[in-house]
């Protein structure tokens, strides 16, 4: 699902390497907070504690995961493909 050459790749609709049939899109919700439901998101490096946030993203790219699914055998795959953000 990657193209040579380009440091994010498009989006593409994936088939599913078992069954070859096209997969479809979804997302799993991040549900860590009670009142705020987002897709959640790959951010690159170790993971660092902070005091206050829990985890200190200072300056990180956040890639939203975008998730496919095989309807016939349920294969998942996950795909994270550009940034939507910088955290500040």
């Known amino acids: 699902m990657s193209d040579r050459g380009t440091r994010y790749p498009a989006a593409k609709q994936p088939n599913c390497p078992d069954c070859g049939i ?12 009670a009142f705020i439901h987002e897709a959640s998101s790959w951010v690159s ?9 829990g985890l200190d993203l200072k300056g990180r790219l ?3 995961i975008r ?5 016939r055998c349920g294969l998942l795959r996950e795909y994270a493909f550009t940034p939507s953000f910088r955290h500040g």
């Open 22 to 33: 096209a997969m479809e899109t979804g997302f799993i919700p991040d549900t860590s907070n």
């Open 45 to 53: 490096g170790e993971a660092k504690e902070a005091f206050w946030n």
């Open 62 to 64: 956040a890639f939203p």
């Open 67 to 71: 998730s496919y699914r095989c309807s």
